[in-house]
C-alpha cells in the first residue's frame, strides 16, 4: 500500500541495487508495517494476519538496547506505512533516528508504551535503587522542548568546559560485560578548537543516564558544563546555558564548599541526583532524590547550591586491564562514585519492558488493532476479529502462566538475573527481583563483589540464577558464581526471540516454565 517516494535518502534508494530485497516493498497490495523488536513484530502479526507485511529493525538474538542499523533497516522504514516503536526508552537512539528520519509524512508512527496506558496498560515509575551508601550521580535532560522545536530524535549536547581540582576528573560507562566508554577527561584539557568533541556527551531529551565519576586525587574539584540542544542534523545547535558543579572528594563537604565560593549548599551524599539541563527553561542545575522514591521525590536545585560529596570510603585501587588504563596504572588509589545501572542505560521514567506483564501486552494489541484499522479501513472487521482472537488467546494465556507461578512456593519467588527487565513480570506475578550480575559496576567484577553475590543467594537460599539466551555468549560472572555454588544457570527471555522461542506466547510460556521448575524446590526437570 506505500504510495510514491518522496524525500527519500539517496543511502538508502541505492541499496536496492546493491542488496537482496528486504521484506518491505514500495508497492504492495498488504499494508506494510515495521515494528523495531521481534516482539513488536509478532503481535502486529498476529493481529493483521496476511494482510500485512510486517518486519522488525533489531533481529532476533539482538539487543535493542545498543543495536545499530543497517542501510536495509532504513529503506524498510522508507516503505512503511505503519511504525510501532516501544519506546520510553527501550530502543537505542539510533533506532528511534532511523525511524523517524526515514519514516514518510504520510505513515503513521505510534510509540507502544505511552500509548498503550490508554488501554489500560499498567505503568511501572523506574525508582532508583539506594543501597549503596554514597550518592549516584548521573546527568538528566530534562523536558521535551518542544517549544524549541525538539522532537524525540532530537539530542541534548552537554560538553565539559572547564575543570579546577588537585587531579583529574574522569566521567564514564562501565559496560555490562566490563568495557568502558569515556565521556569526560579533565587529564588532557579541553579543546574549545573542536567543539569539545572529546567531553561532550548527548542524551534524547528527557532522559537520563549513570555514569561512573573518578577523581584521581583528595581536594576540591569544580567542572562547569555547557548545554546545546541538537534538534536535528541540519540546524545550528541551540544554546542552553552552562553551570559549575562543586565536588568535595575525600575532604570535608562543609569545609571544601567555602572553599568552592557556595553559601549553605544542599550535600548530596546519598540517593540518586543528576546533572540536569532543563531543555525547556534553558538551564542547569540538579535533580536530587535523596530517598529513592522516584519522580514524586525529586528537588531541583541550582548548579550553586549543592555540593556532590566523595566520601573517603569511595578510595580505591585502579583495577588491571586496558578499560582501566586511562585512569592510571593498575594498583593506584582513585576516588569513585560508581554508576547505579551497570552498562549503558538511557532511560525515562518508567521501565519499558511492559509486555513482560501479559495484560500490558493485551493492552498493547488493542492499540495496534486500532491504528491497523484507521490505516487500512477497509479491512477493519478483519483486524478487529484477528484481534479478538489473539486477545483470548493473551487472556487465557495470562490465567495459565499465573497459575504456573502461584505453584512456586512464596519463600522461593526470587529472581536473580543479568538484565534489569522482569520487574513488569515480578509484579504481575508475585515474584521478587532479587538482584542483578553485580552489586558493584564501577569496577570489573571482583573476588569481593563475587562473594556478595553468593552471599545474596546463600541468604535467600536462590536455587538458581537466569540468564538470558542472547547474553549468555558476553557474561560470565552470573554463571561462574553459579558453578561454584552448584546451582543451576536457566534460561529466561526478555528483549528478543531466539532460532527456538520465535512467539510472544512462546515466550511468555517458556519464562514460567522456566521460573517455575528452577526456583521449585524437587520440581526437577529441564526448563
Given at each position: 500500500?506505500?504510495?510514491?517516494?518522496?524525500?527519500?535518502?539517496?543511502?538508502?534508494?541505492?541499496?536496492?541495487?546493491?542488496?537482496?530485497?528486504?521484506?518491505?516493498?514500495?508497492?504492495?497490495?498488504?499494508?506494510?508495517?515495521?515494528?523495531?523488536?521481534?516482539?513488536?513484530?509478532?503481535?502486529?502479526?498476529?493481529?493483521?494476519?496476511?494482510?500485512?507485511?510486517v518486519v522488525s529493525l533489531v533481529p532476533d538474538r539482538a539487543d535493542p538496547h545498543a543495536y545499530e542499523p543497517t542501510l536495509r533497516d532504513a529503506r524498510n522504514v522508507v516503505y512503511a506505512d505503519v511504525a510501532f516503536s516501544n519506546y520510553a526508552m527501550l530502543?537505542?537512539?539510533?533506532?528511534?533516528?532511523?525511524?523517524?528520519?526515514?519514516?514518510?509524512?504520510?505513515?503513521?508512527?505510534?510509540?507502544?508504551?505511552?500509548?498503550?496506558?490508554?488501554?489500560?496498560?499498567?505503568?511501572?515509575?523506574?525508582?532508583?535503587?539506594?543501597?549503596?551508601?554514597?550518592?549516584?550521580?548521573?546527568?538528566?535532560?530534562?523536558?521535551?522542548?518542544?517549544?524549541?522545536?525538539?522532537?524525540?530524535?532530537?539530542?541534548?549536547?552537554?560538553?565539559?568546559?572547564?575543570?579546577?581540582?588537585?587531579?583529574?576528573?574522569?566521567?564514564?560507562?562501565?559496560?555490562?560485560?566490563?568495557?568502558?566508554?569515556?565521556?569526560?577527561?579533565?587529564?588532557?584539557?579541553?579543546?574549545?578548537?573542536?567543539?569539545?568533541?572529546?567531553?561532550?556527551?548527548?542524551?534524547?531529551?528527557?532522559?537520563?543516564?549513570?555514569?561512573?565519576?573518578?577523581?584521581?586525587?583528595?581536594?576540591?574539584?569544580?567542572?562547569?558544563?555547557?548545554?546545546?540542544?541538537?534538534?536535528?542534523?541540519?540546524?545550528?545547535?541551540?544554546?542552553?546555558?552552562?553551570?559549575?558543579?562543586?565536588?568535595?572528594?575525600?575532604?570535608?563537604?562543609?569545609?571544601?564548599?567555602?572553599?568552592?565560593?557556595?553559601?549553605?549548599?544542599?550535600?548530596?551524599?546519598?540517593?540518586?541526583?543528576?546533572?540536569?539541563?532543563?531543555?525547556?527553561?534553558?538551564?542547569?542545575?540538579?535533580?536530587?532524590?535523596?530517598?529513592?522514591?522516584?519522580?514524586?521525590?525529586?528537588?531541583t536545585l541550582p548548579a550553586d547550591g549543592a555540593i556532590v560529596e566523595v566520601p573517603a570510603k569511595t578510595r580505591s585501587e585502579i583495577p588491571a586491564g586496558e578499560d582501566f588504563r586511562f585512569l592510571g596504572r593498575a594498583g593506584q588509589p582513585v576516588y569513585q562514585?560508581?554508576?547505579?545501572?551497570?552498562?549503558?542505560?538511557?532511560?525515562?521514567?518508567?521501565?519499558?519492558?511492559?509486555?513482560?506483564?501479559?495484560?500490558?501486552?493485551?493492552?498493547?494489541?488493542?492499540?495496534?488493532?486500532?491504528?491497523?484499522?484507521?490505516?487500512?479501513?477497509?479491512?477493519?472487521?478483519?483486524?478487529?476479529?484477528?484481534?479478538?482472537?489473539?486477545?483470548?488467546?493473551?487472556?487465557?494465556?495470562?490465567?495459565?502462566?499465573?497459575?504456573?507461578?502461584?505453584?512456586?512456593?512464596?519463600?522461593?519467588?526470587?529472581?536473580?538475573?543479568?538484565?534489569?527487565?522482569?520487574?513488569?513480570?515480578?509484579?504481575?506475578?508475585?515474584?521478587?527481583?532479587?538482584?542483578?550480575?553485580?552489586?558493584?559496576?564501577?569496577?570489573?567484577?571482583?573476588?569481593?563483589?563475587?562473594?556478595?553475590?553468593?552471599?545474596?543467594?546463600?541468604?535467600?537460599?536462590?536455587?538458581?540464577?537466569?540468564?538470558?539466551?542472547?547474553?549468555?555468549?558476553?557474561?560470565?560472572?552470573?554463571?561462574?558464581?553459579?558453578?561454584?555454588?552448584?546451582?543451576?544457570?536457566?534460561?529466561?527471555?526478555?528483549?528478543?526471540?531466539?532460532?527456538?522461542?520465535?512467539?510472544?506466547?512462546?515466550?511468555?510460556?517458556?519464562?514460567?516454565?522456566?521460573?517455575?521448575?528452577?526456583?521449585?524446590?524437587?520440581?526437577?526437570?529441564?526448563?
Open positions: 500500500m506505500a504510495g510514491a517516494l518522496t524525500g527519500v535518502s539517496a543511502l538508502a534508494l541505492a541499496l536496492a541495487g546493491c542488496a537482496a530485497p528486504p521484506a518491505l516493498a514500495a508497492q504492495a497490495d498488504r499494508l506494510q508495517v515495521v515494528t523495531t523488536t521481534g516482539i513488536l513484530r509478532d503481535l502486529v502479526h498476529n493481529v493483521g494476519g496476511d494482510l500485512v507485511d530502543e537505542e537512539q539510533s533506532v528511534i533516528k532511523t525511524l523517524d528520519a526515514n519514516l514518510r509524512d504520510d505513515a503513521v508512527s505510534v510509540s507502544l508504551a505511552e500509548e498503550a496506558v490508554k488501554y489500560a496498560a499498567e505503568i511501572i515509575p523506574l525508582v532508583e535503587d539506594v543501597s549503596l551508601d554514597t550518592v549516584w550521580l548521573g546527568v538528566r535532560a530534562q523536558g521535551r522542548g518542544e517549544q524549541r522545536g525538539a522532537t524525540r530524535t532530537s539530542e541534548v549536547q552537554l560538553s565539559a568546559v572547564a575543570a579546577r581540582g588537585p587531579g583529574a576528573v574522569v566521567a564514564y560507562l562501565t559496560g555490562s560485560f566490563g568495557n568502558t566508554e569515556r565521556y569526560i577527561d579533565s587529564a588532557d584539557g579541553f579543546d574549545a578548537a573542536d567543539g569539545y568533541r572529546d567531553d561532550t556527551m548527548t542524551l534524547p531529551a528527557d532522559a537520563h543516564t549513570h555514569l561512573s565519576w573518578a577523581f584521581t586525587e583528595p581536594g576540591v574539584y569544580t567542572l562547569t558544563l555547557r548545554a546545546r540542544l541538537q534538534v536535528d542534523d541540519t540546524s545550528r545547535p541551540i544554546d542552553l546555558g552552562e553551570a559549575t558543579y562543586a565536588f568535595a572528594v575525600g575532604v570535608d563537604p562543609h569545609e571544601a564548599a567555602v572553599e568552592a565560593g557556595l553559601v549553605d549548599p544542599v550535600v548530596l551524599d546519598r540517593g540518586h541526583a543528576d546533572l540536569t539541563v532543563d531543555v525547556d527553561a534553558g538551564t542547569l542545575g540538579f535533580r536530587y532524590d535523596p530517598s529513592g522514591g522516584g519522580e514524586h521525590a525529586q528537588q562514585l560508581a554508576q547505579a545501572v551497570l552498562g549503558k542505560h538511557v532511560h525515562g521514567e518508567i521501565d519499558p519492558h511492559l509486555w513482560q506483564d501479559v495484560r500490558n501486552a493485551m493492552a498493547y494489541v488493542q492499540l495496534i488493532r486500532d491504528i491497523l484499522i484507521s490505516a487500512d479501513p477497509a479491512h477493519a472487521r478483519d483486524y478487529a476479529e484477528n484481534a479478538r482472537r489473539y486477545l483470548a488467546e493473551l487472556d487465557a494465556l495470562d490465567a495459565e502462566v499465573r497459575a504456573t507461578y502461584a505453584g512456586i512456593p512464596p519463600g522461593d519467588r526470587h529472581l536473580v538475573t543479568t538484565h534489569d527487565a522482569f520487574g513488569y513480570l515480578a509484579h504481575a506475578y508475585g515474584l521478587e527481583v532479587a538482584g542483578f550480575v553485580t552489586p558493584n559496576p564501577a569496577v570489573d567484577p571482583s573476588l569481593a563483589d563475587r562473594r556478595r553475590l553468593a552471599d545474596t543467594i546463600r541468604t535467600l537460599h536462590v536455587p538458581a540464577v537466569f540468564l538470558e539466551p542472547n547474553l549468555a555468549a558476553r557474561s560470565s560472572t552470573l554463571t561462574d558464581v553459579a558453578d561454584d555454588l552448584g546451582i543451576r544457570v536457566c534460561p529466561i527471555y526478555g528483549d528478543a526471540f531466539t532460532d527456538t522461542v520465535t512467539t510472544y506466547v512462546q515466550l511468555v510460556r517458556a519464562n514460567a516454565a522456566s521460573v517455575r521448575s528452577c526456583l521449585t524446590p524437587n520440581e526437577g526437570g529441564t526448563p
